[in-house]
């Protein structure tokens, strides 16, 4: 009986596509993890998932004209992002409409576009797991793609946090102090593009935003210490990435939206039990 369950929990183990959703996880569960801390403390979650639904139109255009692979998916993504997060500031600063409205004009174009596009094209069955992803089919190609996006990101936002973490709390304070305020923030941006555009094939498009949110959202409602928002937010997203690949295994459910699922679970707990800001403390 003993030797029946070991077998069935390291079942998941025996296969290599499972091997490689599980290292995809842990990279993109810790990178997102880490990264969210930046979107909680800059409180704007909802550019960020804009800016996600924006991918969509970018990787239809890029099949379009060289065919699906990795390289075209990621640069179409890329350039899609850019263009709908600066043509929004543009139509901003060169009209009445306010940046999140332009914002929200353009994306919802932009990702109309690209499911008109990816249909016209023949290419349905891909269409699902742009929009909800299939973290059980990377390939080696959207592994590599994911740890060399990691590891910049990671890199660079551990090595610039403290100048990073001053902006977002007090920008004229770091501008008086010579902190390039404009370029660091676009850096930002640019930084949470790339951490999107890993998670596509995990979590899709639509899903990515709550891979980006959620564990430093979990935190914080545990710590006031900004540090561990990064660390403790990659912790747990990597955890609940990498276990949302074995329930998704033995539950038979697709495993992008349950590593989504269990954050949001994971934050309803934590809404509820924690010991500082839960509910039932406040009650």
């Not at 239809?60 to 600066?86: C, K, P, Q, R």
């Not at 390939?139 to 936002?157: E, H, K, P, Q, R």
């Not at 990435?241 to 954050?263: K, M, R, Y």
Request: glycine share 10%.
């Amino acid at each position: 009986m003993m030797n029946e369950i070991i077998d069935w929990l390291a079942e998941p183990l025996q296969h290599q596509f499972n091997l490689r959703a599980l290292v995809a996880a842990l990279l993109i569960g810790f990178t997102n993890g880490y990264a969210s801390a930046f979107v909680v403390l800059r409180r704007d979650a909802l550019k960020v998932g804009s800016l996600s639904h924006a991918l969509l139109p970018g990787i239809a255009v890029a099949i379009l004209i060289t065919g699906l692979s990795d390289w075209s998916a990621f640069l179409g993504a890329l350039i899609a992002a850019l263009i709908v997060g600066l043509g929004s500031l543009a139509v901003s600063r060169g009209s009445r409409i306010d940046h999140d409205s332009a914002l929200a004009i353009l994306y919802t174009a932009a990702f109309s576009a690209g499911i008109v596009i990816l249909r016209r094209i023949g290419v349905q069955n891909e269409l699902s797991e742009w929009l909800f992803g299939s973290i059980m089919h990377m390939s080696n190609g959207d592994l590599w793609v994911s740890f060399i996006i990691a590891l910049v990101a990671l890199t660079v936002m551990t090595a610039l946090q403290r100048p990073l973490v001053m902006m977002l709390f007090e920008p004229n304070v770091a501008a008086s102090l010579g902190v390039p305020v404009r370029a660091l923030n676009y850096l930002l941006m640019g930084l949470l593009i790339l951490i999107l555009i890993s998670s596509l094939q995990a979590v899709g498009c639509i899903l990515a935003l709550g891979l980006l949110v959620t564990p430093a959202a979990i935190m914080f409602l545990f710590t006031n210490a900004t540090s561990k928002l990064f660390w403790g937010g990659g912790v747990i997203g990597a955890v609940v990435s990498v276990a949302a690949i074995f329930i998704g295994w033995w539950a038979d459910i697709e495993q992008g939206p349950t590593i989504v699922l269990l954050l949001g679970a994971a934050f309803a707990v934590a809404f509820v039990m924690s010991p500082r800001y839960g509910v039932l403390k406040k009650g």
